[in-house]
């Protein structure tokens, strides 16, 4: 089923999936990834069990190291 979702401020159109299986379709690295989604974050470990639906909304932090 196709849904439409608003990534980090852009409507995006997918199959429905899980938040971890929209992360690795993006080709993001889990392991420095944040995801907000509806306004709340969810856990890394939780990822496969959020499935998006129509009219989610999520952004995806990526954190990077620096000095």
Not at 16 to 24: F, H, N
Request: with cysteine; net charge negative; proline share 0%.
């Amino acid at each position: 089923m196709e849904i439409e979702v608003r990534v980090n401020g852009t409507d995006e159109r997918l199959q429905e999936c899980t938040i971890d299986a929209l992360v690795a379709g993006k080709g993001l690295v889990a392991a420095s990834l944040v995801v907000e989604y509806n306004g709340r974050i969810v856990k890394q470990v939780d990822w496969s069990q959020v499935m998006l639906g129509q009219g989610d909304v999520l952004e995806l932090l990526n954190f990077v190291g620096g000095g």
